[in-house]
């Protein structure tokens, strides 16, 4: 169906996009907020591919997709702010004491 | 797909854009916060109703409300230093379509091989209510369910311990600093 | 097309009863919080109107009692006041944020009434008439979910501010509102429970039953604990009553919104308002039976019935507006800290328990 196709592809246009902005992007906090984007764009594959086939396992996989992204951006977050009360930058390259 | 889906589409993929490439941080997470809804109102259209409400529960309610909490808190300026140059966007831009564009081919051919009976008949039986999905997770994934409930319970308490600031005692002991038992 | 008109219709009669519930808590508010606090209010505007011409006269005394009464003070003069107030955006800060954070706030409100009944079902001319804007499946869920949106409209206007103490009152406020979005949550967990459905128009229906015979299955007598930890927790959501520290008239210098005048600051204050009123509404919908009269059963479908159904409804809805603003201005505010407190260690537990015993009692009965 070509409407199952729009929403795969736009997912991938999305998860591509977030790729993007973890690699152009020098903000900790823009980084992560990227890679949730990306996990969002899984999540509407997933939901797209249940609906494709007919059952419910898709979107079970999103809800713990979900459960995983809350919890990971909870400890995410908090290492950052240790990071900036160690740094004072959140910048990913002033976090480079161990570069030879 | 309706244009008010396309729409969301269409404002999904915006705001997505505005995330990477706005300069303040915060921008870009009101940019997010824009993007998580236009998904719900994706997986609402693709007839994942719980789905649709959960999202804005919990990633759009929550998550993104602790993203602004830090934001806020840490009172950041803008990104600092020399903006991207045009060739390093212009370089992501080709690299991206490249990757999205070697991907399609076989996603193409997987959908045009099914039939379309099968597929008229898998979409009636895959609508997300609340019921269904209750019963799928307490039924079939009743064991990965308890784990993400534990993983959410380690995470809570890392939280809490890594953010916590180090206190340091500095009242004086009972009975004076030097010697002495009790 | 009929469709299309019906739910125009419908959408309309909605927001015009979020719209008139909020202006007259506003009212309420106003002159209820004089007689409180054993203080006249506000009398004056157009109480004294007087006129010659002759198709004012028979109006004039009705207009006269309205000014007494501190009506056309609230209603129009402050309206009017707030439309004509110079818009004062601090600089520094984004000129379209500060314009959008209003929105943000007031519009979740708006969107939960579109998920919440006002009448039973009924047919006129032959049309089935079904009154509720958007009969979503998970409809209870879904008001859960804009009371989280609306945690934005706080913060984006105490960022916009561009000063201390908006910032401090704003997170102030997020933080009070996702913290009793918790226990709030767990009473609707409690309540599916229960009524086995997240559909609001079948748990009222359900609530017409009788259980042991003479006690009408209400919220308020099968899950007592959930109401008053769904009416302090409402409270707190909407920032009222003794919770409301992030406004804070004497302390923050108003808290978040600080910086707004005008119409943005009215739009906070009609939101805010309108919230009483949808929480109102759930709980007269969730625990007090809706629109059913208790023991009475009327007939189903017809139209007079559903009109009695929904004025025994707005009844009970403004029952308790009143009772949030009684509650406001009886008791003094919490402290940040025993606010947290009561959120994080009190209801939350109870709340927990609350469902664990419920769902005992329903697996064993």
């Given amino acids: 169906m070509e409407s199952m196709l729009t929403y795969v592809a736009l997912s991938m246009v999305l998860f591509v996009i977030g790729a993007i902005g973890v690699c152009l992007r020098r903000n900790a906090i823009v980084v992560f907020m990227c890679i949730e984007m990306m996990l969002n764009a899984v999540n509407l594959a997933f939901v797209a591919f249940s609906k494709l086939h007919g059952n419910l396992d898709g979107q079970v996989a999103v809800f713990f997709v979900m459960v995983i992204a809350a919890a990971e951006s909870a400890i995410g977050l908090a290492i950052i702010l240790s990071v900036f009360r160690t740094f004072e930058s959140v910048e990913t390259t002033d976090a480079g004491q161990l570069k030879w | ?68 909490f830090v934001l806020m808190l840490l009172n950041l300026k803008s990104e600092s230093g020399r903006r991207l140059g045009f060739v390093r966007s212009a370089l992501a831009l080709v690299i991206g379509c490249v990757v999205v564009m070697s991907a399609l081919p076989p996603v193409v051919s997987h959908f045009s091989s099914m039939s379309q009976t099968t597929l008229s008949d898998n979409m009636r039986n895959s609508v997300g209510t609340v019921k269904a999905v209750g019963q799928e997770l307490y039924t079939n994934y009743v064991a990965q369910f308890e784990l993400a409930s534990l993983v959410l319970l380690i995470g809570i308490v890392g939280a809490v311990m890594l953010a916590k600031r180090k206190s340091v005692v500095l009242a004086p002991r009972p009975g004076g600093l030097v010697g002495g038992s009790k | ?197 997240l559909d609001v128009y079948s748990i009222v229906e359900q609530q017409g039953e009788l259980i042991w015979g003479f006690v009408p299955k209400w919220g308020v007598f099968v899950q007592p604990v959930g109401f008053v930890v769904l009416l302090l927790a409402g409270m707190a959501e909407t920032k009222r009553g003794p919770f409301d520290l992030p406004e804070a008239e004497s302390e923050l210098a108003a808290g978040y919104f600080t910086e707004y005048s005008g119409m943005k600051f009215l739009l906070f204050w009609l939101g805010e308002f309108c919230e009483i009123a949808l929480f109102a509404l759930l709980l007269a919908l969730l625990f007090f039976g809706g629109w059913q009269i208790p023991w009475v059963r009327l007939p189903e479908g017809v139209w007079w019935a559903a009109l009695i159904g929904h004025v025994v409804l707005m009844t009970k809805v403004v029952f308790f507006c009143l009772l949030q603003i009684v509650i406001r201005w009886t008791l003094p505010r919490f402290r940040y800290d025993q606010l947290m407190n009561l959120g994080w260690k009190m209801l939350l537990p109870i709340s927990l328990l609350n469902l664990v015993i419920t769902a005992i009692v329903k697996v064993l009965a």
């Fill in chain 2, 1 to 68: 797909m309706n244009v008010i889906s396309f729409l969301t589409g269409v404002c999904a993929v915006v705001s997505a854009i505005g995330v990477v490439s706005l300069r303040n941080p915060l921008y870009s997470a009101f940019a997010l916060v824009i993007n998580l809804l236009a998904m719900a109102g994706l997986y609402a259209a693709l007839d994942a109703h719980f789905l649709a409400v959960s999202q804005v529960v919990v990633y759009a309610g929550a998550i993104m409300v602790l993203v602004l």
């Fill in chain 3, 1 to 197: 097309m009929f469709e299309l008109f019906v739910l125009l219709l419908k959408v309309g009669f909605v927001l015009n009863i979020a719209l008139v519930l909020g202006s007259l808590c506003t009212w309420l508010e106003r002159k209820g919080s004089a007689l409180i606090q054993d203080r006249v209010g506000a009398n004056r505007a157009g109480a004294f109107v007087e006129s010659d011409r002759w198709y004012l006269k028979p109006v004039l005394p009705l207009v006269r009692m309205m000014g007494w009464l501190g009506v056309i003070n609230t209603l129009l003069c402050d309206s009017l006041k707030g439309l004509w107030k110079e818009d004062f955006v601090p600089e520094g800060t984004s000129k379209f944020l500060h314009a959008v954070a209003p929105i943000i706030a007031v519009m979740p409100i708006m969107l939960a009434f579109a998920v919440l009944p006002l009448a039973p079902d009924f047919t006129v001319f032959g049309y089935y008439i079904h009154p509720r804007v958007a009969p979503i499946d998970a409809g209870l869920l879904f008001v859960l979910a804009m009371g989280s949106v609306a945690v934005y409209g706080v913060a984006i206007a105490g960022w916009t501010g561009n000063n201390k103490f908006s910032l401090l009152g704003s997170l102030r406020a997020a933080a009070q509102m996702i913290s009793y979005e918790l226990p709030m949550g767990m009473v609707f967990v409690a309540l599916i429970v229960v009524y086995g459905t």
